[in-house]
């Protein structure tokens, strides 16, 4: 019976009068079986539910236990009862032209009780079956011939080639979305390509700002040793890190340039220098994340991922012309076992040998396992204090043209009397391509500079008065174009400076920071992400801004991106809730640069660069 194509659902209609064929009734069946088998693999999926172990029992026979399998479909696989197979007895042995093959299962249907057909004149059959027994059969098909199913690209994983060899083949694996204040997982991936004798190894250095190793650093090594496979298997090396919970939108993961390098036996082999894997941070659970993902999935997409077979086992065999011996059965890694409410209570009771003092339950919703779970490194920045913002609206008119200038009312700002600087944005909504959705976003200083890549933004001049003494402030504004909006909106933000009585020394003295590496040599357009090392002081929130323009580009998490042209470029590393804590760093480019240079400006660097402006009291 064909099921690859379950819907669309189409059931009986019933009316007096109406005179039922053949064709009704297995309409009223294929009804009931199709939307049953179609919600069964919507909820279920492909898997084996219970047993179907595979043993071997001597050199060429294999015992296969009873047990439940679903199918891609939703067709139930049922094995009712154990039975034994010589290995040359089962389907597809013939056609095997390897030593490794795959034992799979798949649902087949037979007729049976032939019965005497009263309307035989009409069919040409004088006999008929009356009943449909559900089955299956076993049959065989070599490893590399076996298809696992479509892997579909998703906006989910994202993936960077760390070195490629006829022999071997490296790449880091890292979802494209991490949650804040959560773990998330990178995976180191070496594949096989040749069935050439040789060991690769591999070492290399990931800066991972926004993020926190277990370690409690900004890095991660990720380097193995004489990894040894077998042609077409896969070595996977995992590591763990943590988001932090700041307000930044997107980071990068990177390799530090010049960090990588890679040896076959003892050749060393080309690597990729340098590259930054773009990482968006979201405020959701893993679940909610994943859940997401997952619902996103179509289904045109489901329906292509459908397979019509289970495998239940990898047989390795030892061939000649005219014999076989089976030398290893093996349970293969990939064996998706389908997780049903039915085991809950002995899941839970198993689970109790290896978690303590959590509960079961919220252990099994948890985002990863308890071996996994690592601490946060880093604390939460802390709050800001003196620091108030809202929205500001701008009256035009309708007769508002190029020149014309137009005041805000009075605005309380609200942190009261005294030295206050304010700061506005222009806010408007686009439509962002990233989120699928349309974005806020707010342009301080001089929108005429983004007037391209947005056109709904105004260009127009501002400026603000604050009122200290009243604990307020205008903004005034005088339009560039000509333009037919009614009203202008803005965001403020209003940071309140303590004065002599409110500022206490112990705050700040004998606090700073110093870059990690306070000066780096550099390629045109490379990359670097300047760490930062706190000194009698907790980790806080650090700003990254370059003090010249045409500098190169910065990041909100430090990555530097360096320009086209050579030079030496300044980056200035503050301290958010207190700007007077600073440091900076300098970025050599050169088209040349080399290791080379970059140790001897490190040697002749002894003391990193710092700058603590004074501070009056």
């Known amino acids: 019976m ?43 999926g492909a898997g084996i539910i219970c047993g179907c172990n595979v043993v071997n029992l001597d050199d060429l026979s294999i015992l296969v236990e009873s047990g439940v399998v679903i199918d891609g479909t939703g067709r139930e696989i049922i094995i009712d009862s154990s039975l034994v197979k010589k290995l040359s007895a089962i389907e597809g042995f013939e056609q095997l032209h390897t030593d490794t093959a795959c034992l799979c299962v798949r649902y087949k249907e037979k007729d049976i009780h032939s019965v005497y057909a009263v309307s035989h004149k009409e069919s040409d059959q004088e006999y008929e079956y009356n009943r449909i027994s559900e089955g299956f059969e076993l049959f065989l098909v070599d490893k590399e011939d076996y298809n696992e199913g479509i892997e579909f690209e998703t906006e989910f994983l994202q993936s960077e080639t760390l070195f490629r060899t006829s022999n071997y083949e490296g790449s880091i694996v890292i979802p494209t979305i991490a949650c804040k204040g959560k773990n998330v997982r990178a995976l180191l ?3 096989k390509l040749s069935n050439q004798e040789v060991k ?26 004489e990894v040894d496979l077998a042609q077409g298997t896969v070595f996977t090396k995992e590591f763990w890190m943590t988001a932090q919970k700041h307000t930044g939108i997107e980071t990068n993961i990177i390799l530090r340039s010049g960090s990588a390098s890679a040896f076959e036996n003892d050749k060393a082999i080309s690597v990729e220098n340098s590259f930054a894997m773009k990482i968006r941070l979201s405020e ?12 996103r999935l179509s289904l045109e997409m489901r329906q292509a991922m459908t397979r019509d077979n289970i495998k239940l086992a990898e047989v390795d065999l030892l061939r000649t012309d005219s014999a076989y011996v089976i030398e290893a059965i093996r349970e293969p890694v990939t064996n998706q076992y389908i997780d049903v409410p039915a085991q809950n209570a002995i899941r839970n009771r198993y ?11 919220e252990k099994r919703s948890a985002d990863i396992p308890a071996s996994y779970q690592i601490p946060l490194a880093a604390p939460a920045a802390s709050e800001l204090k003196n620091v108030a913002t809202g929205v500001l609206e701008i009256p035009l008119g309708r007769d508002a043209k190029a020149g014309d200038i137009r005041y805000s009312g009075e605005i309380t700002h609200g942190l009261g009397n005294g030295n206050v600087f304010v700061s506005i944005g222009y806010e408007y909504l686009s439509q962002d391509q990233t989120l699928g959705a349309s974005a806020k976003s707010t342009v301080y200083g001089n929108p005429e500079l983004f007037s391209r890549q947005a056109q709904q933004l105004v260009d ?13 402030f205008v903004v005034a504004a005088r339009l560039l174009h000509d333009v037919d909006f009614l009203v202008l909106t803005y965001r403020w933000v209003a940071i309140k400076f303590p004065n002599g009585k409110e500022l206490d020394a112990e705050d700040y003295y004998g606090k700073t920071i110093t870059a990690k590496t306070p000066t780096v040599v550099m390629r045109p357009r490379e990359n670097y992400y300047f760490g ?12 990254y801004e370059l003090t010249a323009p045409g500098s190169g580009e910065v990041s909100v998490d430090g990555v530097y991106t360096a320009p086209a042209k050579e030079g030496v470029y300044e980056i200035r590393i503050y301290c958010s809730d207190m700007p007077m804590v600073c440091t900076y760093a300098y970025a050599i480019v050169k088209s040349t640069a080399t290791e080379e240079d970059a140790g001897s400006i490190a040697e002749q660097e002894k003391e990193p660069i710092v700058k603590i402006p004074d501070l009056k009291l």
């Open 2 to 44: 064909a099921n690859s194509q379950l819907y669309p659902f189409e059931r009986n209609r019933y009316y007096p009068g109406k005179m039922l064929t053949t064709a009704d009734f297995q309409a009223e069946q294929s009804y009931h079986m199709n939307k049953q088998r179609f919600m069964s693999s919507l909820m279920y």
């Open 189 to 191: 991936k070496i594949k």
């Open 200 to 225: 690769v190894s591999y070492k290399g250095i990931l800066d991972i700002p926004s993020f926190t190793s277990p370690e409690g650093t900004e890095q991660i090594d990720i380097s193995v040793d």
């Open 284 to 295: 959701e659970t893993p679940q909610a994340l994943i859940g997401r993902e997952l619902g």
């Open 351 to 361: 689970m109790e040998f290896f978690v303590k003092d959590v509960d079961i339950a």
């Open 460 to 472: 127009a001049e501002t400026a603000v008065r604050v009122l200290n003494d009243k604990g307020s």
């Open 532 to 543: 930062v090392q706190f000194n009698n002081m907790d980790p806080v929130s650090i700003t």
